[in-house]
C-alpha cells in the first residue's frame, strides 16, 4: 500500500500542476495493491486539479482501474461527493 498527502502536492503549486504531479505519482505506484490518497488540510479540489490527475488516469486506465486501485483518507463528506459527481460526469 501506499499513501499520498494531497496537501504535499498542492503546496506551491498551481491547481494544474499539481494535478500533473498526482498523475504521475499515480502511474508510478500503478503496481501497488492500493494507494491511498490522504486529503488531510484539503480544502478544495478544482477541476482544474481533478482534469489533470483523477481525468487522465481513467483516460489512460479506465475507471475500474481507479475504483479498485485508489481509495481516499480523511476526506470529507463533500469532497467525497465532488469526487463522486466529477468521477460520474466525466465518464458520461
Given amino acids: 500500500m501506499c499513501s499520498i ?19 504521475d505519482l499515480l502511474v508510478q505506484k500503478i503496481d501497488e495493491p492500493k494507494i491511498v490518497l490522504d486529503m488531510t488540510g484539503v480544502a478544495i479540489l478544482p477541476s482544474m486539479f481533478l482534469n489533470m490527475s483523477i481525468g487522465k488516469f481513467i483516460d ?23 469526487i463522486k459527481d466529477y468521477v460520474q460526469k466525466y465518464t458520461a
Fill in 60 to 82: 489512460n486506465y479506465g475507471v475500474d482501474v481507479l475504483k479498485a486501485k485508489i481509495s481516499f483518507h480523511k476526506i470529507s463528506v463533500s469532497q467525497a461527493n465532488r
Fill in 5 to 23: 498527502s494531497i496537501q504535499t502536492i498542492l503546496e506551491g503549486k498551481t491547481f494544474p500542476q499539481a494535478g500533473a504531479e498526482l498523475y
